[in-house]
Every structure is written in structure tokens, then in C-alpha cells.
């Protein structure tokens, strides 16, 4: 195999001999990403897996207080704090307005910190902007934690929806960018699972503090989070930055010995690419996406071909929240609208997170032999029925108690068929689908429209449970299985299947426009180029 001189890999205007080199490494690197099996990739990349998961544990601090917030509504010490509405039959309430309010403020926040990561990423990297997020997510629980007003604990929500912002785009490209094929989809799907772990810790710390009536009952759930921080800073510190990062920003040495800390020493063999290989291939790629995108900016995204992969990360994460998890967020709260007692409420909420854990743990054995499209688009169809069924039985008065156990469990129905497709595999689909150079600001625009998908949501849906509101109760089902069936629909028709490409592949069947059901009729027909020959493919 040719050794790569350093200095002509990181020379901008090498001569066609050496690149034609360079290229032969990137050629051998694509063919050993497709003859790596699961086995090997365990075996060969145990650092690059032990980092991506540490890193990704910060998404639990997000699950973490999605559900608690959610939770406070039905919560006795919250609503002694901060309620102001008494309900028709004399319950403490907060109205719908600010229900709301503080329920999506952190989605506010979060839009923040997504735009300001997009450019901080790309200037300073992946370990720098962790690292400066969970400094300011220290600073930002305090106001949560002392705030005893309604407009203190939006504003807390808020500030600390900016972080969260942050770990939302890091932890999934990061994932993306330091896995080969056969690990991708495993350790990207693993950030759902972080949400679920923290979804689960959260609905476990308030029913233990369910009876407790004083502000210590909301407050200490608070003061779990500061448990979080500096295990994540050590993380930051010590683990390798990205090499594909590393490559677009001309830093080649630097990369290989990325790649050499995310490889096991013993790692070697006619499967495994050597680190000067990946970094020839991750090369080869920037340079390909240089040739079809004029620049690394945000309008770039909206030009194209990358105008149609833009749509699918951003419609992909949208069809996550319009499936109606919503109702996992206000899970307890939904519970005690459909007649259920306040401890059966929080009973019924833990198991729906346990069962969101093991659905998610249930769903890596399929995410590379299923295919990311089959098993999102089956899972929507499950989805559907489970919410009509919900939907129907929410006929039935609140004061049957068979309706509102049934309703419980089909609830816990849905949960388990969200987290076992549709849940893991966004997180999958979407850092596979935009190009390596635009891949951040992408997943950047399509998180941005998961958040305002969020708040929408996340406006209607106290209306529709509250009985000072609408009160539709269980019935509010309905209302999601119809946006269910507007995501079936899209996915048949625009969500191609990217298992098993490497991001060069991806690239050209994204310029070659290949239509979203035919992507597997084209698998392993990349072979990469120099730049010469690529223009003369783009002139003809």
C-alpha cells in the first residue's frame, strides 16, 4: 500500500501523481468499510465507541428535565408553589398560557444555542463547544433551582434550553463523524437512548418525591442536574476531536492521530482502514463536496442537491415530534386527565420509560439489517393505530376506570413502538443524509425545526388536556394520528435508505438525484475520483 507523504496531503495544490495516490488509499479505505463486519468494528474501534458514548450521556440531562417540567404540571409541591387557577373541581391548576409558556421555553433556548453552534463548531470544534456549554449549563440550573415565580422558571427553561442545544447537535455528529459504517447506526441511535435513560431517571426522582408538599419536592429533582457537568467537562477534556473536522480544516496530522486514539492498537487486518487510509477517504470526501458546494455556509444548505437533503434531515426530525410523543412529555399530566390517580399517574409513567429503554435497545439488532427506512416507515404505521385505538377509548367518560387503565396501556403501546423505530432511528437517519461539510449547519437547520415543532406542539397540547381549556383528554389522540398519517405519506415517498454507505456514496447518489426508493439498487458502485477526472464528469 503507497504511504501518503504528510506534507503533500495537507497541500491544497498537489500535483495529479500524488493525487492519484492519495486517491488509491481512499478507494481501499471504502472497500474495507464494507467488508467490516459488527464483530470487527467492535473489536478495532472500542476508544472511538467508549468516547461517542460518554459524549452522548450529556443528551440525558435533556431527557432529564423534558419530563420533569412536563411532569411539575400534575406535581403537589409544584402546584403549592405555582399555581394560579383553581380547576372545576377545586384542583390547583396552572392555566393553559403559562402551562405552555415554561413547558417550551427551553425550545426557545435551544433554537438559540443550535444557530450559535453551527458557527462555533466550525471555527473552533467539537471538545471546545461541549465544553463551553456545560460550563454554562452549571451557571443556568441555579435559576431553576431558586426561582419561585412562574417568569423565573420560564426564563431558568430558557437559558438552559442553550446548552441543550448544544449537546443536541455535538453528540449526533460526533457519533457520525469518529464511527465507520458498521458502527454508525448503533452509536447515533444510542443518543435516543440517552434521552430514554434521562427520561427514566427523571420519572423515578418524582415518585419519590410525589407526596412531598414543599418546595423541596420540585427543587431538589432540580439539584439532580449539577450530578451531570463535570463528568461531561473531563469527557471534553480528554477525549480526540473529530478527524473529519480536523480534515476540512487542512489539520491532517492532527487528524490521523485522532484516528489512531479512536482505534485499538491490535486494530489491523484486510477489513480495517488504516488511519492513513480514513484520512485519504475522509480527504477525498471534502474534497468531492468542494466540487458540488461553493462554500460551508448556511445558504449552501438550500442549493442543489443539498436543498433536498436539507429537506429530508429537516422533515425526518419534524415527522419525530408530529407522531405525537408529545403525549410522553405530558404523560402524567395525560394520565390524571384520563381518570387516573396521582400515584397510578407516576407508576404508569416510569414503566412507559422502561419500556421506551428496552424498545430502544431492542432496536440496534434491526438498524443494520432492516434498513433505516423500513423500520421508520413500519414503525409510523404501528404508531398510527396505537393512537387511533387511544383516541377512541378517550370516548369513553373519565369515570370508567377499564377505559383510562386501557388507555394506560396503549399509551405504553405507543411508547414502546416510537422508541423501538421511529424514536432511535432519526437519530440515525439524520447525520447520515447531509453532506460531511455542511453536516453541522444541516443538522443545525433540522433540529431548528424540531424545536419549533416542539413549541407548537407543545402550545396545544396544554389546551388540549386541560379541563380549564379545551379538554379533549384522551381524545387528543385523534389529533395525532392524523399528523401520523401525514408523515407516512412523506416517508413513503422522500426518505431514502442510507444503510450501508459510506458519506462519499452518499454524496454522488445525492447528485446523481436518485430517487429515495432506489438507493439500495445502487450500493457499492462508488469508486472515488480525482478531482480532475470529477470535473469532466460534471462538464458531461
Known amino acids: 500500500m503507497t504511504t501518503i507523504d504528510k506534507k503533500i496531503v495537507s497541500d491544497e495544490s498537489r500535483h495529479d501523481y500524488d493525487e492519484v495516490e492519495f486517491v488509491h488509499e481512499a478507494n481501499a479505505a471504502t472497500q474495507k468499510e464494507h467488508e467490516m463486519t459488527l464483530g470487527r468494528a467492535l473489536k478495532a474501534y472500542p476508544k472511538a465507541i467508549m468516547w461517542s458514548v460518554l459524549l452522548s450521556f450529556a443528551v440525558v440531562m435533556e431527557g432529564y428535565d423534558t419530563i420533569l417540567i412536563g411532569s411539575f404540571l400534575a406535581f403537589p409541591s409544584f402546584l403549592n408553589t405555582f399555581s394560579n387557577v383553581s ?9 393553559a398560557p403559562w402551562q405552555a409558556a415554561i413547558t417550551n421555553g427551553a425550545y426557545i433556548g435551544e433554537i438559540i444555542g443550535l444557530q450559535i453552534t453551527g458557527w462555533i463548531v466550525d471555527s473552533y470544534g467539537n471538545r471546545f463547544t461541549m465544553g463551553l456549554a456545560t460550563l454554562l449549563m452549571i451557571a443556568f440550573i441555579f435559576i431553576s433551582f431558586f426561582s419561585e415565580t412562574l417568569g423565573g422558571q420560564l426564563a431558568g427553561q430558557i437559558l438552559c434550553g442553550i446548552p441543550w442545544g448544544v449537546y443536541q447537535i455535538v453528540t449526533t455528529v460526533y457519533a457520525a463523524e469518529v464511527l465507520p459504517v458498521a458502527l454508525r447506526g448503533y452509536l447515533t441511535s444510542y443518543v435516543n437512548l440517552c434521552w430514554v435513560i434521562g427520561q427514566f431517571i427523571a420519572s423515578g426522582v418524582l415518585k419519590g418525591f410525589a407526596n412531598t408538599e414543599n418546595k423541596l419536592g420540585w427543587q431538589i429533582p432540580y439539584a439532580i442536574q449539577w450530578v451531570w457537568p463535570l463528568p461531561i467537562l473531563v469527557v471534553c477534556f480528554f477525549c480526540p476531536e473529530s478527524p473529519t473536522w480536523l480534515v476540512r480544516h487542512g489539520k491532517m496530522s492532527e487528524a490521523e492521530t485522532s484516528l489512531r486514539r479512536l482505534q485499538s492498537a491490535k486494530a489491523a487486518g484486510p477489513d480495517i482502514p488504516t488511519p492513513q487510509e480514513s484520512v485519504a477517504m475522509l480527504h477525498e470526501t471534502d474534497n468531492i463536496e468542494k466540487e458540488l458546494v461553493a462554500g460551508a455556509t448556511y445558504i449552501e444548505c438550500f442549493k442543489g442537491s443539498n436543498l433536498r ?100 396501556s396503549f399509551l405504553l403501546i405507543f411508547t ?18 447531509p453532506s460531511s461539510r455542511l453536516r453541522t449547519k444541516t443538522v443545525v437547520i433540522a433540529r431548528n425545526a424540531y424545536n419549533i415543532t416542539c413549541i407548537w406542539s407543545g402550545i396545544l397540547t396544554p389546551y388540549m388536556l386541560n379541563p380549564t381549556a379545551w379538554n379533549w383528554g384522551a381524545k387528543t389522540a385523534f389529533f395525532w394520528a392524523g399528523m401520523t398519517l401525514l408523515c407516512i405519506t412523506w416517508t413513503f415517498f422522500r426518505l431514502p435508505e442510507t444503510k450501508g454507505f459510506t458519506f462519499a456514496e452518499i454524496d454522488r447518489l445525492f447528485e446523481q438525484r436518485i430517487p429515495a426508493r432506489e438507493f439500495t439498487k445502487h450500493r457499492g458502485e462508488l469508486v472515488v475520483t480525482t478531482r480532475h477526472q470529477l470535473k469532466e464528469m460534471n462538464s458531461n
Open 309 to 408: 437533503r436539507t429537506e429530508i434531515a429537516t422533515i425526518t426530525w419534524v415527522v419525530q415530534q408530529m407522531c405525537g410523543p408529545v403525549l410522553q412529555t405530558y404523560a402524567t399530566y395525560f394520565y390524571l386527565q384520563a381518570g387516573l390517580a396521582t400515584e397510578q399517574a407516576f407508576s404508569l409513567t416510569l414503566g412507559m420509560y422502561a419500556l421506551a429503554f428496552v424498545g430502544t435497545c431492542l432496536s440496534w439488532p434491526l438498524i443494520n439489517t432492516l434498513g433505516r427506512r423500513t423500520i421508520f416507515l413500519w414503525g409510523l404505521c404501528g404508531i398510527f393505530m396505537s393512537l387511533l385505538i387511544v383516541g377512541f377509548l378517550g370516548i369513553a367518560p373519565a369515570t370508567n376506570a377499564s377505559a383510562s387503565w386501557a388507555i394506560g
Open 87 to 95: 380547576g372545576p373541581d377545586g384542583s390547583l391548576q396552572i392555566t
Open 416 to 433: 414502546f413502538i416510537y422508541d423501538f423505530t421511529v424514536g432511535p432511528l432519526t437519530y440515525t437517519i439524520i447525520p447520515e443524509i
